[in-house]
Protein backbone atom coordinates (compact mmCIF):
# COMPACT_ATOMS: atom_id res chain seq x y z
CA UNK A 1 0.00 0.00 0.00
CA UNK A 2 1.19 3.35 -1.08
CA UNK A 3 1.10 6.39 1.78
CA UNK A 4 -0.65 9.58 -0.23
CA UNK A 5 -0.39 11.70 3.14
CA UNK A 6 2.60 14.17 3.62
CA UNK A 7 4.00 15.53 6.80
CA UNK A 8 4.88 19.30 6.69
CA UNK A 9 6.70 20.99 9.11
CA UNK A 10 7.40 24.60 9.58
CA UNK A 11 9.05 27.13 12.00
CA UNK A 12 6.93 29.99 13.31
CA UNK A 13 10.21 32.30 13.74
CA UNK A 14 9.92 34.45 10.35
CA UNK A 15 6.59 32.76 9.97
CA UNK A 16 5.43 34.89 7.51
CA UNK A 17 8.35 33.71 5.17
CA UNK A 18 8.32 30.27 6.10
CA UNK A 19 5.07 29.80 5.39
CA UNK A 20 5.28 30.27 1.62
CA UNK A 21 7.28 27.21 1.19
CA UNK A 22 3.91 25.27 2.22
CA UNK A 23 2.32 27.76 -0.35
CA UNK A 24 4.51 26.10 -2.92
CA UNK A 25 4.54 22.30 -1.72
CA UNK A 26 0.49 22.73 -1.37
CA UNK A 27 1.20 23.90 -5.78
CA UNK A 28 1.43 20.28 -6.49
CA UNK A 29 0.67 18.30 -3.22
CA UNK A 30 -3.60 18.58 -2.37
CA UNK A 31 -3.83 20.30 0.74
CA UNK A 32 -5.73 17.63 1.72
CA UNK A 33 -2.98 15.34 1.78
CA UNK A 34 -1.08 17.10 3.88
CA UNK A 35 -1.19 17.66 7.94
CA UNK A 36 0.83 20.73 9.24
CA UNK A 37 2.83 20.90 12.07
CA UNK A 38 4.08 24.34 13.82
CA UNK A 39 6.96 24.13 15.85
CA UNK A 40 8.63 27.12 17.69
CA UNK A 41 11.95 27.14 15.79
CA UNK A 42 14.33 25.71 13.54
CA UNK A 43 15.97 23.45 16.27
CA UNK A 44 12.65 21.65 17.42
CA UNK A 45 12.10 20.52 13.26
CA UNK A 46 14.48 16.98 14.05
CA UNK A 47 13.01 15.19 16.64
CA UNK A 48 9.84 15.94 15.13
CA UNK A 49 10.16 15.13 11.90
CA UNK A 50 11.46 11.43 13.48
CA UNK A 51 8.35 11.22 14.92
CA UNK A 52 6.01 12.19 12.12
CA UNK A 53 8.29 9.64 10.05
CA UNK A 54 8.24 6.60 12.65
CA UNK A 55 4.11 6.80 13.07
CA UNK A 56 3.69 5.57 9.77
CA UNK A 57 1.43 7.82 8.39
CA UNK A 58 3.19 9.69 6.00
CA UNK A 59 4.99 8.78 2.47
CA UNK A 60 7.35 11.80 3.14
CA UNK A 61 7.79 14.75 5.91
CA UNK A 62 9.31 18.14 4.57
CA UNK A 63 10.16 20.66 7.22
CA UNK A 64 10.73 24.48 6.64
CA UNK A 65 12.46 26.80 8.31
CA UNK A 66 14.51 30.75 7.76
CA UNK A 67 17.53 30.60 9.95
CA UNK A 68 18.99 33.88 10.13
CA UNK A 69 21.74 35.38 12.45
CA UNK A 70 19.86 37.19 15.30
CA UNK A 71 23.15 37.90 17.28
CA UNK A 72 22.90 35.62 19.94
CA UNK A 73 24.16 32.28 18.95
CA UNK A 74 25.94 31.26 15.76
CA UNK A 75 23.16 31.08 12.74
CA UNK A 76 25.28 28.96 10.58
CA UNK A 77 25.25 26.21 13.62
CA UNK A 78 21.68 26.38 14.61
CA UNK A 79 21.43 25.25 10.21
CA UNK A 80 24.13 22.63 10.18
CA UNK A 81 22.53 20.94 13.32
CA UNK A 82 19.13 21.00 12.09
CA UNK A 83 20.19 19.64 8.40
CA UNK A 84 22.41 17.24 10.06
CA UNK A 85 19.15 15.82 12.26
CA UNK A 86 16.68 15.83 9.53
CA UNK A 87 19.01 14.05 7.69
CA UNK A 88 19.68 11.34 10.99
CA UNK A 89 15.73 11.01 11.23
CA UNK A 90 14.93 10.00 7.43
CA UNK A 91 17.93 7.25 7.90
CA UNK A 92 16.62 6.40 11.69
CA UNK A 93 13.18 6.02 10.06
CA UNK A 94 13.61 5.11 6.14
CA UNK A 95 11.29 7.90 5.62
CA UNK A 96 12.26 10.75 3.16
CA UNK A 97 13.34 13.79 5.22
CA UNK A 98 12.96 16.84 3.02
CA UNK A 99 14.50 19.90 4.06
CA UNK A 100 13.62 23.43 2.97
CA UNK A 101 15.91 25.28 5.61
CA UNK A 102 17.21 28.60 4.09
CA UNK A 103 20.33 30.36 5.96
CA UNK A 104 21.08 33.49 4.04
CA UNK A 105 24.29 35.18 4.47
CA UNK A 106 23.40 38.82 4.85
CA UNK A 107 19.85 38.98 5.28
CA UNK A 108 18.23 42.23 6.70
CA UNK A 109 14.88 42.71 7.64
CA UNK A 110 13.80 45.03 4.96
CA UNK A 111 10.50 45.11 2.87
CA UNK A 112 13.17 43.99 -0.39
CA UNK A 113 14.67 40.67 1.30
CA UNK A 114 11.62 39.94 2.79
CA UNK A 115 9.86 39.76 -0.17
CA UNK A 116 13.08 38.40 -1.85
CA UNK A 117 12.55 35.39 0.42
CA UNK A 118 8.95 34.82 0.44
CA UNK A 119 8.94 33.85 -3.29
CA UNK A 120 12.07 32.00 -3.01
CA UNK A 121 10.08 29.57 -0.17
CA UNK A 122 6.90 29.06 -2.92
CA UNK A 123 9.88 27.96 -4.71
CA UNK A 124 11.89 25.84 -2.36
CA UNK A 125 8.27 24.94 -1.46
CA UNK A 126 7.61 23.81 -4.94
CA UNK A 127 10.93 21.76 -5.11
CA UNK A 128 10.28 19.51 -1.90
CA UNK A 129 6.97 18.67 -2.88
CA UNK A 130 8.46 17.59 -6.91
CA UNK A 131 11.50 15.78 -4.19
CA UNK A 132 8.49 13.77 -2.23
CA UNK A 133 6.68 12.86 -5.27
CA UNK A 134 9.66 11.31 -6.96
CA UNK A 135 11.06 9.45 -4.19
CA UNK A 136 7.60 8.16 -3.17
CA UNK A 137 7.26 6.84 -6.58
CA UNK A 138 10.71 5.34 -6.94
CA UNK A 139 9.92 3.75 -3.61
CA UNK A 140 6.46 2.36 -4.76
CA UNK A 141 8.09 0.90 -7.76
CA UNK A 142 10.71 -0.83 -6.11
CA UNK A 143 8.40 -2.32 -3.42
CA UNK A 144 5.91 -3.67 -6.45
Known sequence: MTLTRYAFIKANWHADIVDRALDGFAELIAREQIDVFDVPGAFEMPLLARDLAASGRYAAV??????????????DFVA??????????????GVPILSVSLTPH??????HHNAIYRAHFVEKGREAAQAALAITQTRARLAA
Do not use: N, P, S
Request: charged share 20%; hydrophobic share 45%; aromatic share 8%.
Open 62 to 75: AAAAFVVDGGIYRH
Open 80 to 93: QAVVDGLMRAGLET
Open 106 to 111: HYQETA
